[in-house]
Protein backbone atom coordinates (compact mmCIF):
# COMPACT_ATOMS: atom_id res chain seq x y z
CA UNK A 1 0.00 0.00 0.00
CA UNK A 2 1.72 3.34 -1.34
CA UNK A 3 0.39 6.59 0.57
CA UNK A 4 1.85 10.36 -0.21
CA UNK A 5 1.28 13.49 1.71
CA UNK A 6 1.60 16.09 0.20
CA UNK A 7 3.23 18.72 2.38
CA UNK A 8 5.27 16.33 4.43
CA UNK A 9 7.68 18.89 5.18
CA UNK A 10 5.01 19.84 8.25
CA UNK A 11 5.73 19.80 11.58
CA UNK A 12 2.81 17.58 12.07
CA UNK A 13 4.36 15.03 10.06
CA UNK A 14 5.57 13.12 12.92
CA UNK A 15 2.61 12.85 14.50
CA UNK A 16 1.20 11.12 11.09
CA UNK A 17 4.41 8.97 11.04
CA UNK A 18 3.78 7.99 14.43
CA UNK A 19 0.35 6.95 13.89
CA UNK A 20 1.28 4.44 10.96
CA UNK A 21 3.73 3.10 12.77
CA UNK A 22 1.45 1.91 15.85
CA UNK A 23 -1.55 0.90 14.13
CA UNK A 24 0.20 -0.70 10.96
CA UNK A 25 -2.04 -3.71 11.70
CA UNK A 26 -5.13 -1.38 11.34
CA UNK A 27 -3.28 0.29 7.68
CA UNK A 28 -0.56 -1.84 6.43
CA UNK A 29 1.68 0.92 4.58
CA UNK A 30 4.42 -0.51 2.44
CA UNK A 31 5.74 2.71 0.77
CA UNK A 32 5.41 6.27 2.25
CA UNK A 33 5.95 8.92 0.07
CA UNK A 34 6.79 12.65 2.19
CA UNK A 35 6.06 15.71 -0.95
CA UNK A 36 7.27 19.22 -0.24
CA UNK A 37 9.00 21.61 -2.12
CA UNK A 38 10.91 22.86 1.01
CA UNK A 39 13.87 20.59 0.47
CA UNK A 40 15.71 21.02 3.94
CA UNK A 41 13.05 20.81 6.12
CA UNK A 42 12.09 17.65 4.03
CA UNK A 43 15.07 15.96 4.79
CA UNK A 44 14.89 16.65 8.37
CA UNK A 45 11.02 15.18 9.03
CA UNK A 46 12.03 12.40 6.06
CA UNK A 47 15.27 11.48 8.54
CA UNK A 48 13.08 11.10 11.23
CA UNK A 49 10.41 9.19 10.18
CA UNK A 50 12.58 6.79 8.90
CA UNK A 51 13.44 6.58 12.46
CA UNK A 52 10.62 6.60 14.08
CA UNK A 53 9.67 3.47 12.05
CA UNK A 54 12.64 1.41 12.34
CA UNK A 55 12.23 2.15 16.35
CA UNK A 56 8.65 0.35 15.83
CA UNK A 57 9.54 -2.38 13.52
CA UNK A 58 7.80 -1.17 10.76
CA UNK A 59 8.84 -2.54 7.87
CA UNK A 60 7.60 0.39 5.39
CA UNK A 61 9.83 2.99 3.10
CA UNK A 62 10.06 6.13 3.63
CA UNK A 63 10.74 8.27 0.31
CA UNK A 64 10.93 11.95 -0.04
CA UNK A 65 10.55 14.21 -3.13
CA UNK A 66 9.81 17.68 -4.30
CA UNK A 67 8.52 16.04 -7.45
CA UNK A 68 4.44 16.01 -6.95
CA UNK A 69 3.93 13.88 -9.92
CA UNK A 70 6.25 11.53 -9.56
CA UNK A 71 5.63 11.49 -5.79
CA UNK A 72 1.74 10.79 -6.19
CA UNK A 73 2.32 8.34 -9.29
CA UNK A 74 0.73 4.70 -8.23
CA UNK A 75 -0.74 5.95 -4.58
CA UNK A 76 -3.77 4.45 -2.94
CA UNK A 77 -4.24 7.60 -1.36
CA UNK A 78 -3.39 11.03 -1.26
CA UNK A 79 -3.20 12.93 2.24
CA UNK A 80 -3.45 16.76 1.87
CA UNK A 81 -2.28 18.95 4.75
CA UNK A 82 -0.67 22.01 3.26
CA UNK A 83 -0.12 25.90 4.23
CA UNK A 84 -0.25 27.90 0.87
CA UNK A 85 1.68 31.17 2.21
CA UNK A 86 3.26 28.90 5.48
CA UNK A 87 3.00 30.82 8.75
CA UNK A 88 3.64 34.16 7.75
CA UNK A 89 0.52 34.54 5.85
CA UNK A 90 -1.52 32.99 8.70
CA UNK A 91 -0.08 35.54 10.75
CA UNK A 92 -1.31 38.29 8.36
CA UNK A 93 -4.56 36.36 8.40
CA UNK A 94 -4.77 36.32 12.36
CA UNK A 95 -3.72 39.93 12.03
CA UNK A 96 -5.53 42.70 9.85
CA UNK A 97 -9.16 41.61 10.75
CA UNK A 98 -8.50 42.94 14.27
CA UNK A 99 -7.75 46.13 13.05
CA UNK A 100 -12.13 46.25 11.70
CA UNK A 101 -12.69 45.20 14.98
CA UNK A 102 -13.35 41.22 14.33
CA UNK A 103 -11.88 38.07 14.84
CA UNK A 104 -8.33 37.20 13.11
CA UNK A 105 -8.66 33.21 13.15
CA UNK A 106 -7.01 31.53 9.93
CA UNK A 107 -10.10 29.12 9.29
CA UNK A 108 -13.09 31.15 9.92
CA UNK A 109 -13.67 34.68 9.55
CA UNK A 110 -12.45 36.94 7.13
CA UNK A 111 -8.86 35.20 7.89
CA UNK A 112 -10.34 32.09 6.82
CA UNK A 113 -11.88 33.02 3.35
CA UNK A 114 -8.27 34.82 2.59
CA UNK A 115 -7.16 31.28 3.47
CA UNK A 116 -9.47 29.41 1.17
CA UNK A 117 -8.77 31.86 -1.53
CA UNK A 118 -5.06 31.05 -1.72
CA UNK A 119 -5.57 27.80 -1.25
CA UNK A 120 -8.32 25.88 -3.46
CA UNK A 121 -6.70 26.83 -6.57
CA UNK A 122 -3.37 25.37 -4.97
CA UNK A 123 -5.26 22.12 -3.91
CA UNK A 124 -7.40 21.99 -7.37
CA UNK A 125 -4.55 21.72 -9.87
CA UNK A 126 -2.77 19.42 -7.16
CA UNK A 127 -5.81 16.97 -7.19
CA UNK A 128 -5.71 17.37 -10.82
CA UNK A 129 -2.37 16.10 -11.13
CA UNK A 130 -3.15 13.04 -8.66
CA UNK A 131 -6.03 12.44 -10.95
CA UNK A 132 -3.61 11.74 -13.77
CA UNK A 133 -0.84 10.21 -12.18
CA UNK A 134 -2.91 7.53 -9.82
CA UNK A 135 -6.46 7.87 -11.10
CA UNK A 136 -8.15 5.57 -8.29
CA UNK A 137 -6.59 7.00 -5.08
CA UNK A 138 -8.46 8.73 -2.68
CA UNK A 139 -7.60 12.23 -1.85
CA UNK A 140 -7.88 12.90 2.52
CA UNK A 141 -7.68 16.60 3.04
CA UNK A 142 -6.34 18.08 6.46
CA UNK A 143 -5.51 21.15 4.33
CA UNK A 144 -7.99 23.99 6.20
CA UNK A 145 -10.79 25.31 5.90
CA UNK A 146 -11.41 21.61 4.98
CA UNK A 147 -15.36 22.61 4.42
CA UNK A 148 -14.86 24.63 1.61
CA UNK A 149 -11.51 22.34 0.47
CA UNK A 150 -13.28 19.33 0.53
CA UNK A 151 -16.34 21.11 -1.36
CA UNK A 152 -14.05 22.75 -4.07
CA UNK A 153 -12.79 19.09 -4.81
CA UNK A 154 -16.01 17.31 -4.75
CA UNK A 155 -17.53 19.71 -7.08
CA UNK A 156 -14.70 18.82 -9.46
CA UNK A 157 -15.19 15.32 -9.66
CA UNK A 158 -12.21 13.56 -6.88
CA UNK A 159 -12.69 10.65 -4.54
CA UNK A 160 -12.41 13.06 -1.46
CA UNK A 161 -13.23 12.99 1.95
CA UNK A 162 -12.31 15.58 4.75
CA UNK A 163 -10.97 15.05 7.73
CA UNK A 164 -10.73 17.21 11.07
CA UNK A 165 -9.37 16.38 14.58
CA UNK A 166 -12.25 18.18 16.57
CA UNK A 167 -14.36 15.10 16.69
CA UNK A 168 -11.61 12.66 17.43
CA UNK A 169 -10.20 14.73 20.61
CA UNK A 170 -13.93 15.20 21.52
CA UNK A 171 -14.54 11.49 21.87
CA UNK A 172 -10.83 10.65 23.79
CA UNK A 173 -11.78 13.82 26.32
CA UNK A 174 -15.24 12.25 27.06
CA UNK A 175 -14.01 8.59 27.27
CA UNK A 176 -11.13 9.62 30.09
CA UNK A 177 -14.40 11.77 31.86
CA UNK A 178 -16.13 8.74 31.24
CA UNK A 179 -13.80 6.16 32.02
CA UNK A 180 -14.41 4.15 29.33
CA UNK A 181 -12.52 3.23 26.49
CA UNK A 182 -12.53 5.40 23.47
CA UNK A 183 -14.54 3.01 21.04
CA UNK A 184 -17.31 2.70 23.44
CA UNK A 185 -18.21 6.37 22.56
CA UNK A 186 -20.08 7.22 19.85
CA UNK A 187 -20.64 11.02 18.61
CA UNK A 188 -23.72 12.61 17.72
CA UNK A 189 -21.69 15.10 15.78
CA UNK A 190 -23.32 17.49 13.49
CA UNK A 191 -22.81 20.74 11.29
CA UNK A 192 -20.00 22.18 9.22
CA UNK A 193 -16.33 21.44 9.31
CA UNK A 194 -15.32 24.10 13.08
CA UNK A 195 -19.27 24.59 13.87
CA UNK A 196 -20.25 21.57 15.24
CA UNK A 197 -22.36 19.97 18.05
CA UNK A 198 -22.16 16.86 19.91
CA UNK A 199 -26.10 16.46 20.54
CA UNK A 200 -25.63 13.19 21.99
CA UNK A 201 -22.76 11.33 23.16
CA UNK A 202 -23.37 7.21 22.99
CA UNK A 203 -22.25 4.29 24.83
CA UNK A 204 -21.46 0.85 22.52
CA UNK A 205 -22.67 2.61 18.88
CA UNK A 206 -24.38 5.02 17.12
CA UNK A 207 -27.65 3.30 18.97
CA UNK A 208 -26.03 3.13 22.25
CA UNK A 209 -27.53 4.83 25.08
CA UNK A 210 -27.10 8.83 25.15
CA UNK A 211 -24.98 9.72 28.41
CA UNK A 212 -24.63 13.54 27.23
CA UNK A 213 -27.13 14.75 29.81
CA UNK A 214 -24.93 12.41 32.53
CA UNK A 215 -21.60 13.61 30.80
CA UNK A 216 -22.74 17.52 31.47
CA UNK A 217 -24.59 16.72 34.70
CA UNK A 218 -21.00 14.90 36.50
CA UNK A 219 -18.38 16.56 34.30
CA UNK A 220 -19.85 19.98 33.16
CA UNK A 221 -16.85 22.28 34.92
CA UNK A 222 -14.51 20.03 33.08
CA UNK A 223 -16.10 20.50 29.71
CA UNK A 224 -16.84 24.13 30.38
CA UNK A 225 -13.10 24.78 30.92
CA UNK A 226 -11.69 22.75 27.95
CA UNK A 227 -13.95 25.09 25.07
CA UNK A 228 -13.52 28.42 27.25
CA UNK A 229 -17.19 29.01 27.69
CA UNK A 230 -19.50 29.14 30.30
CA UNK A 231 -21.03 26.46 32.09
CA UNK A 232 -24.38 27.50 32.32
CA UNK A 233 -23.63 27.95 28.54
CA UNK A 234 -23.61 24.81 28.01
CA UNK A 235 -26.97 23.81 30.44
CA UNK A 236 -28.95 25.50 28.77
CA UNK A 237 -27.91 24.90 25.31
CA UNK A 238 -28.00 20.97 26.34
CA UNK A 239 -24.85 20.33 23.87
CA UNK A 240 -21.52 20.39 23.57
CA UNK A 241 -20.17 23.13 20.77
CA UNK A 242 -16.88 22.57 19.18
CA UNK A 243 -14.48 25.37 20.60
CA UNK A 244 -14.87 27.12 17.44
CA UNK A 245 -18.42 28.34 18.62
CA UNK A 246 -16.34 30.29 20.77
CA UNK A 247 -15.62 32.57 18.12
CA UNK A 248 -19.67 33.32 17.18
CA UNK A 249 -20.71 32.97 21.23
CA UNK A 250 -18.46 35.19 22.33
CA UNK A 251 -16.79 37.06 19.58
CA UNK A 252 -16.31 40.68 21.01
CA UNK A 253 -14.55 38.87 23.99
CA UNK A 254 -12.33 36.66 21.81
CA UNK A 255 -11.54 40.14 19.69
CA UNK A 256 -10.42 41.40 23.19
CA UNK A 257 -7.98 38.64 23.95
CA UNK A 258 -6.56 38.42 20.99
CA UNK A 259 -5.52 42.33 20.75
CA UNK A 260 -3.94 41.83 24.42
CA UNK A 261 -1.83 38.73 23.63
CA UNK A 262 0.77 37.21 20.65
CA UNK A 263 -0.49 35.56 17.99
CA UNK A 264 -1.24 32.20 17.87
CA UNK A 265 0.55 32.24 14.41
CA UNK A 266 3.65 33.71 16.33
CA UNK A 267 3.46 30.98 19.02
CA UNK A 268 3.32 28.17 16.12
CA UNK A 269 6.27 29.52 14.43
CA UNK A 270 8.79 30.04 17.74
CA UNK A 271 7.18 26.57 18.63
CA UNK A 272 8.04 25.11 14.67
CA UNK A 273 11.68 26.35 14.53
CA UNK A 274 12.32 24.56 17.93
CA UNK A 275 10.67 21.20 16.67
CA UNK A 276 12.75 21.41 13.72
CA UNK A 277 15.44 21.78 15.24
CA UNK A 278 14.45 18.43 17.55
CA UNK A 279 14.20 16.70 14.25
CA UNK A 280 17.63 17.04 13.30
CA UNK A 281 19.06 15.28 16.02
CA UNK A 282 19.69 12.12 14.71
CA UNK A 283 19.84 10.21 17.89
CA UNK A 284 15.85 11.04 17.95
CA UNK A 285 13.47 7.88 16.93
CA UNK A 286 10.26 8.99 18.36
CA UNK A 287 7.81 12.17 18.35
CA UNK A 288 8.89 14.82 20.71
CA UNK A 289 6.73 16.23 23.66
CA UNK A 290 6.61 19.19 21.95
CA UNK A 291 4.36 18.30 19.28
CA UNK A 292 1.39 17.74 21.43
CA UNK A 293 1.36 21.49 21.58
CA UNK A 294 1.56 21.99 18.10
CA UNK A 295 -2.22 21.34 18.06
CA UNK A 296 -3.92 18.40 16.01
CA UNK A 297 -4.03 15.76 18.48
CA UNK A 298 -4.89 12.39 17.54
CA UNK A 299 -5.23 13.72 13.67
CA UNK A 300 -3.11 10.22 12.84
CA UNK A 301 -5.12 8.04 14.24
CA UNK A 302 -8.27 9.61 12.82
CA UNK A 303 -6.40 9.71 9.39
CA UNK A 304 -5.26 5.50 9.75
CA UNK A 305 -9.03 4.87 10.61
CA UNK A 306 -10.38 6.49 7.44
CA UNK A 307 -7.86 5.48 4.67
CA UNK A 308 -8.20 1.56 6.48
CA UNK A 309 -11.82 2.07 5.76
CA UNK A 310 -11.28 3.51 1.92
CA UNK A 311 -8.77 1.32 1.18
CA UNK A 312 -9.06 -2.31 3.34
CA UNK A 313 -11.01 -4.92 2.74
CA UNK A 314 -12.66 -5.03 6.79
CA UNK A 315 -16.08 -3.87 5.93
CA UNK A 316 -17.47 -0.73 6.86
CA UNK A 317 -17.19 1.37 9.53
CA UNK A 318 -18.73 4.58 11.13
CA UNK A 319 -16.80 7.71 11.64
CA UNK A 320 -16.68 11.46 11.11
CA UNK A 321 -15.83 13.08 8.14
CA UNK A 322 -16.85 16.04 5.42
CA UNK A 323 -18.50 15.08 3.03
CA UNK A 324 -21.79 16.23 0.50
CA UNK A 325 -24.85 16.43 2.50
CA UNK A 326 -27.16 14.78 0.18
CA UNK A 327 -30.46 15.35 1.90
CA UNK A 328 -29.21 14.52 5.46
CA UNK A 329 -29.24 18.08 6.84
CA UNK A 330 -32.46 19.01 4.81
CA UNK A 331 -32.19 22.89 5.18
CA UNK A 332 -28.72 23.02 2.98
CA UNK A 333 -28.47 22.06 -0.57
CA UNK A 334 -27.49 18.51 -1.51
CA UNK A 335 -24.12 20.13 -2.42
CA UNK A 336 -23.08 21.37 0.72
CA UNK A 337 -20.18 19.61 2.51
CA UNK A 338 -21.29 18.73 6.44
CA UNK A 339 -18.98 17.17 8.96
CA UNK A 340 -21.27 14.24 10.53
CA UNK A 341 -21.01 10.51 11.06
CA UNK A 342 -21.06 8.43 8.11
CA UNK A 343 -20.09 4.73 7.52
CA UNK A 344 -17.41 4.58 5.15
CA UNK A 345 -16.00 2.09 2.96
CA UNK A 346 -14.45 1.38 -0.53
CA UNK A 347 -16.84 3.65 -2.08
CA UNK A 348 -16.47 6.24 0.28
CA UNK A 349 -18.79 7.66 3.05
CA UNK A 350 -22.62 8.11 3.25
CA UNK A 351 -23.74 9.86 6.41
CA UNK A 352 -25.78 8.77 8.85
CA UNK A 353 -29.43 9.69 9.21
CA UNK A 354 -29.66 12.89 11.67
CA UNK A 355 -32.26 13.87 13.94
CA UNK A 356 -34.06 16.74 12.74
CA UNK A 357 -31.72 19.70 14.11
CA UNK A 358 -32.71 22.74 16.80
CA UNK A 359 -33.16 25.73 15.12
CA UNK A 360 -30.72 27.29 17.32
CA UNK A 361 -28.06 25.28 15.69
CA UNK A 362 -29.81 24.70 12.14
CA UNK A 363 -29.90 28.83 11.40
CA UNK A 364 -25.99 29.26 12.09
CA UNK A 365 -25.43 26.32 10.54
CA UNK A 366 -27.60 27.35 7.36
CA UNK A 367 -26.15 30.74 7.57
CA UNK A 368 -22.05 29.78 7.63
CA UNK A 369 -23.03 27.28 4.76
CA UNK A 370 -24.48 30.08 2.50
CA UNK A 371 -21.31 32.07 3.45
CA UNK A 372 -19.01 28.70 2.19
CA UNK A 373 -20.93 28.82 -1.27
CA UNK A 374 -19.86 32.27 -1.82
CA UNK A 375 -16.40 31.76 -0.37
CA UNK A 376 -15.86 28.92 -3.01
CA UNK A 377 -16.97 31.06 -6.00
CA UNK A 378 -14.62 33.48 -4.84
CA UNK A 379 -11.75 31.10 -4.63
CA UNK A 380 -12.95 29.86 -8.42
CA UNK A 381 -13.51 32.70 -9.69
CA UNK A 382 -11.56 35.93 -8.08
CA UNK A 383 -12.96 39.22 -7.96
CA UNK A 384 -13.45 41.90 -5.41
CA UNK A 385 -16.72 42.19 -5.08
CA UNK A 386 -17.11 38.29 -4.78
CA UNK A 387 -14.44 38.53 -1.98
CA UNK A 388 -16.89 41.53 -0.19
CA UNK A 389 -19.94 39.64 -0.86
CA UNK A 390 -18.63 36.29 0.97
CA UNK A 391 -17.39 38.56 4.21
CA UNK A 392 -20.76 40.30 3.87
CA UNK A 393 -22.63 36.72 4.65
CA UNK A 394 -20.53 35.83 7.08
CA UNK A 395 -22.41 35.93 10.23
CA UNK A 396 -18.46 37.21 12.04
CA UNK A 397 -19.10 40.45 9.33
CA UNK A 398 -22.77 40.82 8.60
CA UNK A 399 -21.96 44.69 8.20
CA UNK A 400 -21.31 46.71 5.00
CA UNK A 401 -18.69 48.90 6.24
CA UNK A 402 -16.58 46.04 7.93
CA UNK A 403 -17.09 43.71 4.43
CA UNK A 404 -15.75 46.59 2.68
CA UNK A 405 -12.90 47.72 5.12
CA UNK A 406 -12.00 43.87 5.76
CA UNK A 407 -12.07 42.91 1.57
CA UNK A 408 -9.34 46.20 1.09
CA UNK A 409 -7.02 44.64 3.74
CA UNK A 410 -7.69 41.05 2.53
CA UNK A 411 -7.06 41.87 -1.26
CA UNK A 412 -3.85 44.63 -0.39
CA UNK A 413 -1.90 41.20 1.96
CA UNK A 414 -2.91 38.23 -0.42
CA UNK A 415 -1.62 39.86 -3.84
CA UNK A 416 1.17 37.59 -4.09
CA UNK A 417 -1.35 34.78 -3.83
CA UNK A 418 -4.30 36.20 -5.78
CA UNK A 419 -3.18 36.75 -9.12
CA UNK A 420 -6.33 38.49 -10.36
CA UNK A 421 -5.98 41.09 -7.33
Not at 41 to 68: M, S
Not at 182 to 209: F, I, M, Q
Not at 218 to 229: I, N, P, S, T
Not at 293 to 303: D, P, Q
Amino acid sequence: MKLAVVGGGSTYTPELIDGFARLRDTLPVTELVLIDPAAERLELIGGLARRILARQGHPGTVTTTGDLDAGVAGADAVLLQLRVGGQAARLRDETWPLECGCVGQETTGAGGLAKALRTVPVVLDIAERVRRSAPDAWIIDFTNPVGIVTRALLGAGHKAVGLCNVAIGLQRKFAALLDVAPAEVHLDHVGLNHLTWETGVRLGGPDGTDVLPRLLAGHGDAVAADLRLPRALLDRLGVVPSYYLRYFYAHDEVVRELGEKPSRAAEVAAMEKELLALYGDPALDEKPALLAKRGGAFYSEAAVDLAAALLGDGGPSVQVVNTLNHGTLPFLPDDAVIEVQARVDGSGPVPLPVPRLDPLFAGLTAHVSAYEDLALDAALRGGRERVFKALLAHPLVGQYDLAEGLTDRLLAHNKEHLPWA
